[in-house]
């Protein structure tokens, strides 16, 4: 028992898998920030299209579960499905501004977490929308919502105003919504 407990105590333990220490010759079983400098330790992975701070698989480096994915932004869950969309308000229907106000509801029995992702879809290129948080590779304007503690629980419900400017005189906006839930940009 005494020499067990010496073997797990003192023969698996290296001062450099305690604490990075760039002088030990004993390389460190987690992926360090060296390994993700493509551009200054690996040019070739940064020539080839490594993008420093992400692994070339472009998976997370430790969990590859659909949270750990989502977390990272790498991937996002459509969760339309099981969300109501009710058009509460829209305002200026005849100026150059528009103003829709929705409230997104939880129908579902499961829980929607991390941040709502709100994309507005089939937008003319004569309407821009205000408020956008960001656009998705495809070019479509979307709106986070930091969810209430990270979380939208069954039953709950969120309210998103989405602000929109028409070029010249326009009629009214038409487009449609596609919910997602995730991190990052989609």
């Known amino acids: 028992m005494n020499d067990l407990t010496d073997f797990l105590v003192?023969?698996?333990?290296?001062?450099a898998f305690v604490h990075l220490d760039p002088n030990s010759p004993t390389k460190p079983f987690v992926i360090t920030e060296r390994d993700l400098t493509y551009s200054k330790y690996r040019p070739d992975l940064a020539a080839a299209g490594a993008v420093d701070g992400r692994m070339p698989s472009l998976l997370p480096p430790s969990n590859n579960d659909a949270l750990s994915r989502r977390d990272m932004g790498l991937e996002f869950l459509d969760v339309t499905r099981q969300l109501a969309?009710?058009?509460?308000?829209s305002e200026g229907n005849g100026g150059s501004r528009q103003e829709d106000v929705y409230r997104i509801t939880n129908n579902s029995s499961s829980i929607v977490d991390t941040h709502l992702l709100t994309i507005v879809r089939g937008l003319s290129d004569q309407i821009e929308m205000e408020n956008a948080s960001g656009f998705t590779n495809g070019g479509d304007p979307y709106l986070r919502e930091f969810l209430p503690d990270g979380v939208l629980l069954p039953g709950q419900s969120v309210v998103q105003t989405l602000v929109f400017k028409r070029k010249h005189h326009h009629p009214r906006v038409s487009y449609t919504l596609t919910l997602l839930s995730g991190q990052g940009d989609p």
Not at 10 to 15: I, K, M, T
């Open 10 to 15: 003192n023969a698996l333990y290296d001062p």
């Open 85 to 89: 969309i009710a058009l509460i308000e």
